[in-house]
């Protein structure tokens, strides 16, 4: 949401979450006006009628939601946000193990019927590198740090 503010220059009341399901409890509910959320956790209520999809973040369209526009679409420019799900080991872990763990996901992902089941929840699959994750991930810090600099995040 705050990557989002920036990008339209505009201020919204971002209410943190301890989780993302605790939100969309309040936005079906009519508690608060807007989510930002992961497909696979809203696609049911998008179907169901329930909730609508106004844009997606990322920088094509969603396979799961042909008809929802991109941001980019929508005239929100220098804006794309994924929320990658990650498998994760404890710090120090033996690069050998961390990279046999990254090889049977991406075995198991590479599977058609793991990828059907995963898409008809509503999950574009994808594997990347433990050192390529490591990088979004120092990206991400990098981000919040300047939020925080900037004063549009506080963090406890």
Avoid: C, W
Wanted: net charge negative.
């Amino acid at each position: 949401m705050l990557r989002l503010q920036k990008a339209l220059g505009v201020s919204f009341n971002v209410i943190p979450y301890k989780s993302n399901g605790l939100a969309l409890n309040d936005l079906l509910a009519g508690q608060i006006d807007a989510v930002i959320d992961q497909i696979p956790a809203s696609i049911g209520h998008v179907r169901g009628g329930r909730l609508r999809a106004i844009a997606v973040t990322t920088d094509k369209r969603a396979v799961q939601l042909p008809d929802t526009p991109t941001l980019a679409e929508l005239d929100v420019k220098d804006f794309s946000a994924t929320t990658p799900i990650m498998l994760m080991a404890p710090a120090g872990t033996p690069a050998a193990i961390v990279k046999k763990l990254n090889e049977a996901v991406a075995d198991a992902l590479a599977d058609p019927a793991v990828k059907d089941k995963l898409a008809g929840l509503g999950a574009e699959t994808e594997t990347v590198a433990p050192e390529a994750l490591a990088a979004f991930l120092a990206n991400e810090d990098k981000a919040i740090e300047e939020f925080e600099r900037s004063g549009l995040l506080k963090s406890e």
